[in-house]
């Protein structure tokens, strides 16, 4: 008797950075994401190759980046982590547990929401170390 493997989907390679690579799912996730932000703020969002084009660009310079701050040693701890997602959800006018199910209301997965607030606060160290490191007085 020979037995096979059940079939699965291999996700395809959006693109590669360094060492790393962005696949078709994390491309899809974050277009679906952006769509979701141009149809909620009533604006018209640009083609669908335009927008794909745009989101891949980001998607690539963001790794960029945090490929350079996980280079130079900088990272987003669970607490500083925590603290930031308290602050967002105080702006809001809501309980952390408030903007977890808001987060979910909106088809994201809350673990995804925390790995982009810490990809966007490690991003935003990274720049301000930089920027503040060419700046002379």
Do not use: F, W
């Not at 590669?16 to 799912?25: A, C, L, Q, Y």
């Amino acid at each position: 008797a020979c037995a096979y493997a059940k079939p699965q989907s291999i996700d395809g390679i959006a693109a590669v950075v360094n060492d790393s690579v962005i696949t078709r799912s994390e491309l899809n996730t974050e277009l679906d994401m952006v769509k979701r932000q141009i149809q909620q703020s009533g604006n018209t969002a640009p083609e669908l190759t335009v927008l794909e084009k745009q989101v891949l660009e980001h998607l690539i310079v963001n790794e960029i980046q945090l490929q350079l701050a996980k280079k130079t040693g900088l990272l987003v701890d669970d607490s500083a982590l925590d603290s930031a997602i308290s602050n967002i959800a105080k702006q809001n006018g809501l309980s952390v547990t408030q903007l977890r199910e808001a987060v979910n209301a909106q088809g994201m997965d809350y673990n995804h929401y925390r790995d982009n607030v810490r990809r966007q606060m490690t991003v935003s160290q990274l720049q301000q170390r930089d920027v503040l490191g060419t700046v002379q007085i």
